[in-house]
Every structure is written in C-alpha cells, then in structure tokens.
C-alpha cells in the first residue's frame, strides 16, 4: 500500500525557515518524481515544486522560486522542502504528492494527508 | 505562470450528464496532452481522475472522461450520482518542469 506521511509543519514568524518532510513506502520511490501541493484551507490547490526521479529535473511556482528548495533522497525514500523567507501568504496545508512516471508530468495519483504550515507573528 | 481557468461552480440532477472545462493557454493546455483532472471532498486529499488528457486510472468510474480542443480542456461526468458532489480541479503542464492547477470547480449534485 503507497503511504505519503508529510511532516515538519509548525507555527512560524515571518521570515524564518521551516523544512518539510515527506516519507514514502508502498512504491519503488526513485522511479517516480515527487510534488508538493498546497491548500490554504478553504481555497483552491496551488502546484508549489515537482522534481524527477533523479533530481535532474526540478520545477518551482513562481510563488515560491528562490525561497524554496526541494530535495529528495532516494536511499531514505524522503522528499523534502526547505522552506526560506517564509510570508503570511505562504500559511497552508502541504500535500507530498506522488508523479505516475519519472519525469514528473503525468498527473499525482498518490497524495499524502497533509501538513499545515502557520506563517504569523 | 497563470492559473488556468474553470467555472466556479456547475450543477445537475442525478442521471445527468455535466461538463467542467479548464481553459488556458497555447503555454499549457493548447501545447501539452497532459492535463489531470481531481476529486477532492470536503476534508479529503484530492484523488486523481484523469491524467494526460484522457486516461482514466485503474478503479477510476468509466462515467468520467476527458477530452482536449485547443486551449480547454474539459472534464465530463455521466450518470450523476450524489457522492460525486465534490470540488473539481484542472492541472497542466506548461514546460520547464512547471505544473500550474486551474482554480477549482464546485459540483452540485441536486
């Protein structure tokens, strides 16, 4: 069974750092990319970065680009997000969501519960 | 990097059939075949239900389908049943490694 388990979530102060995990079993983690999506409750999904299997392709929102890193380490079948200079906006719960394929394109079939990221002083 | 453009809400009684589109751009839907489609009731992570334009996953219901023409994409569920009342995004691939969803649609089942 493919489990995502995300976690690192807190409350934090404006432009502090914050790092998200995500721990992944149920599936041969390096042959899929990994995604971070996430929901300020009540309002709609937003893409925040995606990265292949192999870390050779990585893609950040807009949103987020500079502030943000994402990682993985496939030995660990973990995903991370660090997560710099965090704003008010950034306040939102952050799914870890599986790519059906490799590359990282082909649509997330596997999404965590979520972790919720609080950005207030 | 816009999100891609979706009703706020649509609407239909059991035993119908509704369409919700995803309009973008050239950049994204109109260049890729590969838009997904998602599920996601109130509480719950989203489920996937199309991917790449018109391949529905395994356990996925044949009563949703998805079709492309030009910039929009569209979702359509056949024989509306009540536990599809949900909240419905659209997601495309707009190159260099970019992903960008549409903002969500709100299915009533009446």
């Known amino acids: 069974e493919v489990q995502l388990v995300e976690s690192g979530g807190d409350l934090v102060q404006p432009g502090r750092s914050l790092r998200l995990s995500c721990a992944a079993s149920?599936?041969?983690?390096?042959?899929?990319?990994m995604h971070w999506v996430r929901q300020v409750p009540g309002k709609g999904l937003e893409w925040v970065s995606g990265?292949?299997?192999?870390?050779?392709?990585?893609g950040y929102a807009d949103s987020v680009k500079g502030r943000f890193t994402i990682s993985r380490d496939n030995a660990k079948n973990s995903l991370y997000l660090q997560m710099n200079s965090l704003r008010a906006e950034d306040t939102a719960l952050y799914y870890c969501?599986?790519?059906?394929?490799?590359?990282?394109?082909?649509?997330?079939?596997?999404w965590g519960q979520g972790t919720l990221v609080t950005v207030s002083s | 990097q816009s999100a891609l453009t979706q009703p706020a809400s649509v609407s239909g009684s059991p035993g119908q059939s509704i369409t919700i589109s995803c309009t973008g751009t050239?950049?994204?839907?109109?260049?890729?075949?590969?838009v997904s489609w998602y599920q996601q009731h109130p509480g719950r992570a989203p489920k996937l239900m199309i991917y790449?334009?018109?391949k529905r996953p395994s356990g996925v219901s044949n009563r949703f389908s998805g079709s492309k023409s030009g910039n929009t994409a569209s979702l359509t569920i056949s024989g509306l049943q009540a536990e599809d009342e949900a909240d419905y995004y659209c997601?495309?691939?707009?190159?260099?490694?970019?992903?960008?969803f549409g903002g969500g649609t709100k299915l009533t089942v009446l």
């Open positions: 969501a599986k790519d059906r394929d490799y590359g990282g394109n082909s649509g997330f079939d596997y």
């Open positions: 997601c495309s691939y707009a190159g260099s490694n970019i992903l960008v």
């Open positions: 050239r950049s994204d839907v109109g260049n890729y075949d590969l």
């Open positions: 990265i292949s299997w192999n870390s050779g392709s990585i």
């Open positions: 149920g599936f041969t983690f390096d042959d899929y990319a």
């Open positions: 790449e334009g018109t």
